[in-house]
C-alpha cells in the first residue's frame, strides 16, 4: 500500500541542491533507505543514498561539473561529491533471479519508484522522501518502523536467494535498533542460513564488524547461533563482554576467547582480518592470561606492547574479573610515563657517539643502560647516564 504524507523531514542542503539540478531537468529524485529510516527514529546519519529515474549517462552530464565516482554505473550508481561528501544516487531499477545468491544475473532499468522500493530489502529501508519532505512508503514500512521490527519485503525467502547477504544485514540491523525480527523473515532466515557458505568471506567479515559495534548483540548471538557460528567459531562464554567495550580488539576477543592465540590467528586470518589487527588480538590474549605483580616485569610488558595495549588488558581483566597485570603498579607506570624504552630514555646514539663510542656497541650500551634505568639502578637523566656510559669506552 502506498502511503504518501507530509512530514518533518529537512532535507540537507547538499542533498537538496542535487535533487533540484535532477528536478529541473524534469527527472523524479527521492532520498531513500537507511537516512530516511535513521532520520525518522532520530538516529545520527550521514550517509545519502537517492533514487531517480534519470539513467547513469543522464546523471553523469547533469553532474558533469562535480567529481563523480562511476565504479557502480552498470549497477546504476553514481557517486557525487558536494560540499565534501558523497552522494550515491541510483537508477530505479528492477533484478532478476540469482545464481550465486549474491548479485542478480540481470539488473534492468526501469521508470517506476514502486518497482525499485520492491526490489529491496527490508521495509523499513524502503522509504522514501521527495524534494518536498513528503514520505512515500509502498511497503508499510513506517508501520514496521513503529513496531520497532525488521521485516523482509514480499516473500523473506526470495528476498534472501536474491542475496545471502541479507541474513547478516538482518540481524546486523536488529542488533543495532534494537529491533525485533518479524517471525516469517526470522524463520526465513533460519530456512536460508546455509546461504551464507555461498558470501565471499570479505562481505561476512564487513557485516560482523558492523554487528559486533552495535549496542544489543547478546540476544542475537543466542537465537542465530547457528548461523552465526558459519561465519565465525565464537564461544558465548563472555558473549555478554562484547557490548561492553569500545575496543574492536577487545570485542574479537571477547568472542574467540576459548581459543588459543594460534588458533585465534588462524580464525582471523581466514576472515582477511588485517595483520596488524589480527597481532594485537593475539597480543592481547596473551597479556590477559599474564599474571605479575613485579614492577620490572609490568615494565617490560609496558615496553614489548605499549602502554595502549596494556590498557586494554587490564581492561579485559576487570571486566571479566580475572587476576592478570597488577592494575595498579601498571596504572601507576603508565601516569607516570615511565621510561620502558629507548625512545624515553634520556640519551640516544648521537649522545654516545659524542663521547667516543661507535658501530654496534652504541646499540649494546642503550640497551644495557635501560636495563637499568627500568630496574631503578640508575635514574633516567643525561648525566648519570653518560657517565655510565663513559665507563663502557675502550
Not at 518497482?115 to 522509504?127: G, H, K, Q, Y
Not at 588459543?260 to 590467528?265: D, F, L, N, Q, V
Not at 599474564?290 to 615496553?303: A, C, F, H, N, S
Request: with cysteine; net charge neutral.
Amino acid at each position: 500500500m502506498k502511503s504518501n504524507m507530509t512530514t518533518s523531514f529537512v532535507i540537507p542542503k547538499s542533498a537538496h541542491h542535487l535533487m533540484t539540478l535532477l528536478e529541473d531537468k524534469g527527472f523524479e529524485v527521492y532520498i531513500i533507505g537507511g537516512y530516511v529510516r535513521d532520520h525518522l527514529i532520530h538516529r545520527p546519519s550521514s550517509d545519502i543514498d537517492m533514487a531517480t529515474n534519470a539513467s547513469p549517462l543522464q546523471m553523469i552530464e547533469i553532474f558533469k561539473d562535480y567529481t563523480l565516482s562511476r565504479i557502480g554505473e552498470k549497477l546504476g550508481t553514481i557517486g557525487v561529491k558536494i560540499h565534501n561528501q558523497w552522494i550515491e544516487i541510483t537508477t530505479y531499477r528492477s533484478e532478476s533471479t540469482s545464481s550465486n545468491f549474491r548479485h542478480p544475473d540481470e539488473v534492468r532499468f526501469i521508470g517506476s519508484l514502486k518497482d525499485d522500493v520492491l526490489r529491496r530489502d527490508f521495509t523499513i529501508n524502503a522509504l522514501a522522501v521527495n524534494i518536498y519532505g513528503n514520505l512515500i512508503d509502498y511497503t508499510d514500512g513506517l508501520i514496521d518502523l513503529k513496531k520497532k521490527q525488521i521485516k523482509a519485503i514480499g516473500h523473506p525467502e526470495d528476498r534472501f536467494n536474491e542475496d545471502a547477504l541479507r541474513l547478516l544485514r538482518a540481524l546486523r540491523f536488529s542488533a543495532q535498533l534494537g529491533f525485533s525480527i518479524e517471525k516469517e523473515t526470522s524463520l526465513a532466515i533460519l530456512k536460508k542460513q546455509e546461504l551464507i557458505s555461498t558470501l565471499p568471506v570479505e562481505r561476512i567479515s564487513g557485516e560482523l564488524d558492523k554487528l559486533i559495534s552495535a549496542s544489543q548483540i547478546q540476544t542475537t548471538f543466542e537465537t542465530y547461533h547457528e548461523l552465526l557460528s558459519r561465519c565465525i567459531s565464537f564461544n558465548t562464554t563472555h558473549l555478554h563482554q562484547v557490548e561492553r567495550f569500545e575496543s574492536r580488539e577487545l570485542k574479537y576477543l571477547s568472542l574467540l576467547d576459548h581459543l588459543s592465540a594460534e588458533a585465534i590467528k588462524v580464525e582471523l586470518l581466514r576472515l582477511k582480518m588485517g595483520k596488524s589487527f589480527i597481532q594485537r588480538v593475539c597480543d592481547l590474549k596473551g597479556l590477559s592470561e599474564t599474571q605479575t605483580k613485579d614492577l620490572y616485569e609490568i615494565k617490560v610488558l609496558l615496553g614489548h606492547y605499549g602502554f595502549d595495549l596494556v590498557q586494554q588488558a587490564l581492561q579485559y581483566q576487570k571486566s571479566l574479573n580475572i587476576d592478570g597485570i597488577d592494575p595498579e603498579i601498571a596504572k601507576r607506570c603508565i601516569f607516570e610515563n615511565v621510561c620502558v624504552s629507548l625512545k624515553t630514555l634520556a640519551i640516544n646514539g648521537d649522545d654516545l657517539m659524542a663521547i667516543g663510542l661507535s658501530g654496534k656497541k652504541i646499540k649494546t650500551v642503550l640497551d644495557g643502560l635501560l636495563e637499568k634505568v627500568m630496574r631503578e639502578e640508575i635514574k633516567n637523566e643525561k648525566t648519570y647516564l653518560l657517565l655510565s656510559a663513559i665507563k663502557e669506552l675502550p
